[in-house]
T-cell receptor
Framework: EDQVTQSPEALRLQEGESSSLNCSYT??????LFWYRQDPGKGPEFLFT???AGEEKEKERLKATLTKKESFLHITAPKPEDSATYLC????????????FGAGTRLTVKP | NAGVTQTPKFQVLKTGQSMTLQCAQD?????MSWYRQDPGMGLRLIHY???????DQGEVPNGYNVSRSTTEDFPLRLLSAAPSQTSVYFC?????????????FGPGTRLLVL
């Protein structure tokens, strides 16, 4: 069964303090691993897709990386507006309509 | 474009009551889905539709019914609410054939079943 585990559950950072969020996964043939941002009271917003080990994607202060067992979301010099819950999800090959989501990491960046 | 809209935003039900969660999209997307999000758990797929008149079950379909009579609307029905259905419900839509991760999510409906 496909599984996604995210750690830590919650992370508090000072503005400018870089850190990483972890997403460990098991899947029967990976089609893609996805990162989402979710603000309180809103639906998830798509950030990145990673398809194969070694791949990296960047967007502003966020950088996502992928290995065969886990993905990291690196946050460089975060700002308070980066505060949100970050969700990781995987999709198995041959499954066109569903993803397995992790529970998320709630990030708080203090000014 | 309003995107994906959901009503109501918040609802309280008593056990055994029925209700319909509404979802509409104005992007002419073929695919629509319903998810539930519970504390400590990831989003889980309830039902999805690949076009008007076509629906299928996701990971957690029990206790929920759906139908898709138009491209725009995809309502989720709870026939007899149970406390285990207390959750936040998200509707999502995407273009037909588009990768699943590109789906647009609505703002959610928070449901409390007493």
């Amino acid at each position: 069964e496909d599984q996604v585990t995210q750690s830590p559950e919650a992370l508090r950072l000072q503005e400018g303090e870089s850190s990483s969020l972890n997403c460990s996964y098991t899947v029967s043939g990976l089609r893609g691993l996805f990162w989402y941002r979710q603000d309180p009271g809103k639906g998830p917003e798509f950030l990145f897709t990673l398809y194969s080990a070694g791949e990296e994607k960047e967007k502003e202060r966020l950088k996502a990386t992928l290995t065969k067992k886990e993905s990291f979301l690196h946050i460089t010099a975060p700002k308070p507006e980066d505060s949100a819950t970050y969700l990781c999800a995987v999709q198995a090959l041959g499954n066109n309509n569903d993803m397995r989501f992790g529970a998320g990491t709630r990030l708080t960046v203090k000014p | 474009n309003a995107g994906v809209t959901q009503t109501p935003k918040f609802q309280v039900l008593k056990t055994g009551q029925s209700m319909t969660l509404q979802c509409a999209q104005d992007m002419n997307h073929e695919y629509m889905s319903w998810y539930r999000q519970d504390p400590g758990m990831g989003l889980r797929l309830i039902h999805y539709s690949v076009g008007a008149g076509i629906t299928d079950q996701g990971e957690v379909p029990n206790g929920y019914n759906v139908s898709r009579s138009t491209t725009e609307d995809f309502p989720l029905r709870l026939l007899s609410a149970a406390p285990s259905q207390t959750s936040v419900y998200f509707c999502a839509s995407r273009e037909g054939g588009g990768p699943v991760e590109t789906q647009y999510f609505g703002p959610g409906t928070r449901l409390l079943v007493l």
